[in-house]
């Protein structure tokens, strides 16, 4: 039975403009994301421009990728950028010893990144290796990427072709320096953060910002101790500035796997992917005590379902598939940074394909569209629109104690109180409004009525993601079987919108004021 839940409108209330970079990615060097997901034999027999697949940039380059980082996660911090430049086949092999002992050729570098990141209009996101590298090394990339004058680095980055700098503009210093990249304390890396900082250089016409490792989740000490110990008490506020960006990472984790689960199961996933706004909130009231003019952005550069790895799959790979649950909580965590515009400036989600909760999956010559792929696309029209405050009058869904708890104590919000059945976002750009939203419940399709406080909504257009059983995912056999359905025009009555959203799905409503 269907029940009725109200979203208004608060046009009046500005939250902020969504940035683009809120819909960011992640590739690294893992499993079979970058050999075979973007790069293949240049000579071999999958269709490519340098490399570059061209299926895989025919379904991205629509996407408009706003940013893309890069070459990890935990790879990052063991990668030697000068490995990954200069003639391809004289590249050194190299072990990838955090997943899988895989072969590394390096035949993916540098200049392949930029060439995909130019064949798919995306912004380079650059991890630095602060775990295992030098500052030197750190200073030499950017030099070798950046600097337009005359010096060595720059003259080498022209002889492998590359005559204009490529002007990378966001430089990561280490990646979960927590763990993987070092097993820092936070006051330990935010010395090291300090020492690093200090040689990712601007260049001229090529302006950096530094982004510092943030936290795993609610580690709310890694946040208090990392700021604390960058302006060391009261001696060097100061040197607050030296910090433009602060990443934290956030993965909802999984229940049951990635394609087979109950409907407690499927609740679980998604209540945990609510919980990423206690995250955004928590980190963000402890950066405003040492920020108070919030000059620091905070990003989410990794977020995401992890699932247990598909069968027949290599342990050290991380290939999940994605189903329409991991689409529910893409949209209701992409509604959450909607409604945190103000402070979030980049979230990328982890990753780009054939790893964790991909957009994409890839096998041989066969590129598919998962149904993570369809909410970003689904989402487009908030990007660069004026994020507007939306009051969701809905019942909570009834979740497990063991929901509640994981929730709310073992690694995620303090103040997590349940998983609404129906929860959203509103933007507005000139006089046209868009609202998401998604149906949380698995079994119950509910009405929806949207209204606009101070406004009459007219016809508006709606665009459902939705299908028939809560498992179903695309395959290379059955590629469409979650895709969006066809725009539909529904009118108002008295300026208010009703529409039922089947189970588990997702909708879209564009409008004009
Ligand atoms: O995305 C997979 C891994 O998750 C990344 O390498 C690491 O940063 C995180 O732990």
Known sequence: MSSIHRLLVLPEEPIGTINPMLHGHFAEHLGELVYPGIYVDPKGSIPNTAGIRHDVVEALKPLGVPVLRWPGGCFADT????????????????????????????????????????QIGAEPYFAGNLGSGTPGEMRGWVEYCNFSGNSTLADERRSHGAAEPFRVKYWGVGNENWGCGGNMSPSVYAAEYLRYQTFVNSYPGAPVERIACGPNGNDWNWTEKFFEGIVESKNAPWRINQVQGFAAHYYAGTAGTATQYTEVEWLHLLARGSAIEGIITGHRSIMDRYDPERKIKLLLDEWGTWHPVEQGKPGGGLYQQSTIRDACLAALTLDIFNNHADKLFMANIAQLINVLQSLLLVEEDKCIKTPTFHVFDLYQPHKGAQAVRMVHASELLSLSDETVSSCRTNFLDRNFRGLQAVQGSASLRDKTICVTAVNSSPSEAVEIEVSVRGAKLGDVETVLLTTSDIHDHNTFDVPDKVKLGHAQRVSSKDGVIRVTLPPASVIRLVGSL
Do not use: L, Q
């Open 79 to 118: 990668y030697h950028w000068r490995d990954g430049i200069g003639p391809v086949d004289s590249r050194p092999m190299k072990v990838n010893t955090h997943w899988g002992m895989a072969e590394e050729p390096n035949h993916f570098g540098t200049h392949e990144f930029m060439e995909f990141c130019t």
